[in-house]
């Protein structure tokens, strides 16, 4: 489904990712874990195509498409999902309004109809009561006032009402007490399917608690230095990243 | 320095005019004394301080003439795609400036409410005009309410008894029609509410066809104790057209008074308002939105007057420019020495679309008494990346993207119309104003 090869980008003059090679199949759910500034976020914002990165080199393909080439919409519309780790505050722009433009894009771009005011709402309440969310969420605009713990919350909402094939979940636990890490990670949950891959970016074990990952990546100065299964990350958890030679960068 | 203004409003100005003679000695001296001001005022230019950022050249160039009495024989049906989508108001129409009774909807008034058109009602009663015509704009007036004065053809009339209290809004449509060479209205509109009046007013400005014209209205508005007034002015004129509105305000004890201003149409677009309480206790909030685009300049002028002491005002304006468009805010707020525990609050935020579009603003607080609560702030920035981004990363187009934003940063003004229907209307206009930028 993902398939990154040899990936370098770069921030200003500062080059970042320093040839990065990753594989995600269908339905897997992957873990990025690494310590700060080893390129986490830089990967998750080069793969859904926020300015400001230039990608000196390498390769991502998704869904045999290269993504590198299209604009952050045309990847939506492919299926790629970003789970924003500071959810942007748009005043005056109402979530209801603003995810039925989003999934009506989605589904025009991919031929199939538009969903009428009513069927959407219909599909809103849907994922509401699957999410166990407030639907005063709908009634307010998008992410403003919201709390932490709400933004993190709408994130997921956007991803079941979006249905993505890949959603890249950038460092979704910070910022979380425990419960709502819960509840934000029983949401994830019930999205899981064998259709829908997820990357996980994480600094802590702890979300993995929740969400239980195929595979583990340890992320250090911009390349993966090991993968494995989920035990990896209890072995990090126990021995600290300086374990693997992977220190925080200054 | 003393000149007469361009030949677009000359036939106003002279002593023997058509406008000279009206059959009323109370209304002809004042309309001589208009003239003579405009006379000795001759033409401002931007290095007077109320016209700095906004150039009269283009404007004074042009051969206007005067509307005449006959205009184009409109029928309802001409008037039904230009209505507010289910609004039910006692509608007041004028065509080209004038009265236009056929197309006006005033049957079963309600007690206590008079509405009609300013020309009829100098004819028919004109004691009752006598002491609110200039009553509140005064008698020395700057040039565009002197020469409205000195031309007026007619306009509206609403008048509102003590207490009553009207349900449904009166809506003053001013309709402009493209004549064979372009003309000049200058409606002239006189709404006073009584003590504990309560009512809404709808006003209009629209056009049918993109022709040249020039809508010069001068409208006197006065609040008696208690009184209360929701006014929606939405601003659509022809998009060569020049608009001019000056609006005097007086605002009683205990009144309360809620101005939303839309301007989106015109060339060319003046707008002056003029606030003074003359009770305590009494609220005005002044809000506005407006949108400048390629060959646009919208000017807002504000001028509030705290003269007495426990009176509140806001003022919130809010521009989106794109293209070459240019916006002038310029407010003031004045607090006399002893207008104590004045609460004041003044806004203009713009939103740049483009490297091309330039926003002049100018609040200003002017505070001689010292236990008052006043700010003002003022902002012009761009879409910011973060948002624009956002929407894009869940599949919305980045010229929708930015329109939602936009009408987003708007939204604050659109959610203060109602009813309902008038809200979407306007914002559907916002929209598509949006839709045909050409934004970079």
Known sequence: MLSVKGLKANVGDKEILKGLDLEIGRGEVHAIMGPNGSGKSTLAHVLSGREGYTVTGGSVTFEGQDLLDLEPEARAHLGLFLAFQYPVELPGVNNTYFLKAALNAIRKARGEPELDAVSFLRLMKEKLKVLHLDDSLLKRPVNFGFSGGEKKRNEIFQMAILEPKLAILDETDSGLDIDALRIVADGVNALRSPERSVILVTHYQRLLDYIQPDYVHVLAKGQIIRSGGKDLALELEDKGYGWLGAEEAA | ?440
């Open chain 2, 1 to 440: 320095m003393k000149a007469t203004p361009g030949n677009g409003f000359a036939p106003w100005l002279a002593d023997d005019g058509p406008a000279a003679d009206t059959g009323l000695a109370w209304l002809d001296s004042r309309r001589a004394q208009a003239r003579a001001q405009v006379r000795d005022q001759g033409i401002p230019t931007t290095k007077q301080e109320a016209w700095r950022y906004t150039s009269l050249t283009r404007l004074l160039e042009q051969g206007f003439t005067p509307t005449a009495k006959a205009t184009t024989p409109l029928e309802p049906r001409d008037l039904e795609p230009l209505l507010v989508p289910g609004l039910e108001a006692y509608r007041v129409v004028l065509v080209n400036g004038r009265f236009a009774p056929g197309l006006s909807d005033l049957q079963h008034l309600p007690a206590g409410l008079r509405v009609g058109g300013l020309a009829q009602i100098l004819k028919s009663d004109p004691d009752a005009l006598k002491d609110r015509l200039n009553g509140v704009a005064g008698e020395t007036q700057p040039l565009f309410a002197a020469l409205n004065t000195a031309g007026l053809d007619d306009g509206v009339v609403v008048l509102l008894e003590r207490g009553a209290q009207v349900e449904r809004p009166i809506e003053l449509i001013h309709l402009s029609v493209g004549m064979d060479e372009p003309r000049v209205a200058q409606p002239r509109h006189i709404v006073a509410l009584e003590a504990g009046a309560q009512a809404s007013l709808i006003e209009r400005y629209l056009s049918l066809g993109e022709a040249l014209y020039c809508t010069n209205s001068v409208l006197e508005l006065s609040l008696g104790r208690d009184a209360v007034l929701k006014h929606q002015r939405i601003q659509t004129e022809s998009a060569n057209a020049f608009h001019i509105a000056g609006l005097y305000l007086s605002l009683g004890a205990g009144s309360r008074y809620q101005c939303i201003n839309v301007g989106l149409g015109a060339s060319w677009a003046r707008t002056d308002l003029n606030v003074r309480f003359t009770g305590e206790h009494a609220e005005c909030d002044l809000q506005g939105l407006y949108l400048a685009g390629d060959r646009q300049l919208m000017d807002f002028h504000l001028d509030v007057d705290h003269r007495l002491p426990n009176c509140s005002s806001r003022e919130n304006f809010k521009g989106i420019l794109y293209g070459k468009g240019r916006a002038v805010f310029d407010g003031r707020v004045y607090v006399a020495k002893d207008a104590q525990r004045t609460d004041a609050a003044m806004s203009n935020r713009n939103l740049l679309l483009s490297e091309g579009a330039e926003v002049d603003t100018k609040p200003q607080l002017e505070i001689n008494a010292d236990d008052v609560k006043c700010s003002h702030g003022t902002t012009v920035g761009q879409i910011e990346p973060e948002q624009l981004f956002y929407l894009r990363s869940r599949g919305i187009s980045a010229p929708l993207a930015r329109r939602m934003l936009c009408l987003g940063f708007a939204g604050e003004i659109l959610d203060c119309l109602t009813p309902e229907a008038l809200r979407d209307q306007v914002a559907e206009q916002v929209g598509s104003r949006l839709e045909q930028a050409p934004i970079d």
